[in-house]
């Protein structure tokens, strides 16, 4: 049995092969419209990471073990070489496939991450997450309502509802909640590697947000010593989903190009 769920939206012979990785708490379904916007020009591989969505869940979490296992999906399509696009969490599982896989992968493209330890900024979205009662629950509102007293910003519980479904009359996430809290600090963790990747990487940051910043510049050159970046002044940690066609052309001039466009 497959461990990795994914959606393959095309084989088609001569057109490169791009794998989408959504973030924390995600699933396949985030990445959408930048499948359905570059699935003309390329074979879009879009993957659940290991503990999201349909994909099985696993004993604990690590860089190695969730990047592996999506080689090897990879390997068992007999693709032999990918670009990798990757959002937040799944932006530093590509970079980490990267550094391990260099005859693998072609380009990356990493958006609204840097390869660095961040310090917990998921505390509420846990607290949200637990507060709700899942053997009680009877509808995604109440959920919604339960949450909103732990969440500020708009959209998350909303994103976070995408996740939440019913198993035969059984509400659940679809995500490994009590895995993915326990080992919070190694998703926290930086990415390390004895050798650069010397693949072409475009990191796309979101002007609005504090995810990259300019104090980490020295870590992203010497592990990815061909990095180039962009800005998108007006999005913030979501800019594939609030600046979609800025977004989805960054993409696709990197990709098709050796510039950004």
């Known amino acids: 049995m497959q461990s990795i769920n994914y959606h393959l939206s095309s084989n088609l012979a001569g057109k490169p092969y791009l794998v989408l990785l959504h973030g924390l708490f995600g699933s396949l379904d985030n990445l959408s419209m930048v499948r359905k916007a570059l699935e003309s020009d390329f074979n879009v591989l879009s993957i659940d990471l290991p503990d999201h969505g349909k994909s099985a869940f696993t004993e604990g979490f690590s860089f190695t073990g969730y990047a592996n296992e999506i080689v090897q999906l990879i390997t068992s399509l007999k693709i032999t070489e990918v670009s990798v696009l990757g959002h937040s969490l799944g932006g530093k599982i590509a970079m980490k496939m990267a550094l391990d896989n260099p005859d693998l992968i072609e380009k990356l493209v990493i958006a609204d991450i840097a390869p660095v330890r961040y310090t917990?900024?998921?505390?509420?979205?846990?607290?949200?997450?637990?507060?709700?009662?899942?053997?009680?629950?009877?509808?995604?509102?109440?959920?919604?309502?339960?949450?909103?007293?732990?969440?500020?910003?708009?959209?998350?519980?909303?994103?976070?509802?995408?996740?939440?479904?019913?198993?035969?009359?059984?509400?659940?996430?679809?995500f490994n909640l009590p895995l993915l809290q326990r080992d919070y600090p190694a998703i926290s963790e930086g990415i390390n590697s004895d050798k650069p990747c010397l693949a072409p990487i475009l990191f796309i940051k979101g002007g609005q947000s504090d995810y990259i910043l300019p104090e980490h510049k020295q870590i992203i050159g010497s592990l990815f010593p061909k990095s180039s970046?962009?800005?998108?002044?007006?999005?913030?940690?979501?800019?594939?989903?609030?600046?979609?066609?800025?977004?989805?052309r960054l993409v696709r001039d990197f990709l098709q190009n050796d510039t950004c466009g």
Do not use: T
């Open 120 to 174: 917990p900024r998921h505390q509420n979205v846990f607290k949200a997450l637990n507060s709700v009662n899942l053997d009680s629950i009877k509808s995604r509102s109440e959920a919604d309502a339960i949450m909103s007293e732990f969440l500020e910003e708009p959209g998350v519980s909303q994103f976070l509802l995408k996740s939440l479904r019913q198993v035969d009359g059984n509400w659940r996430w679809d």
């Open 229 to 248: 970046a962009k800005v998108i002044g007006s999005a913030g940690h979501w800019l594939h989903a609030q600046k979609p066609v800025i977004f989805n």
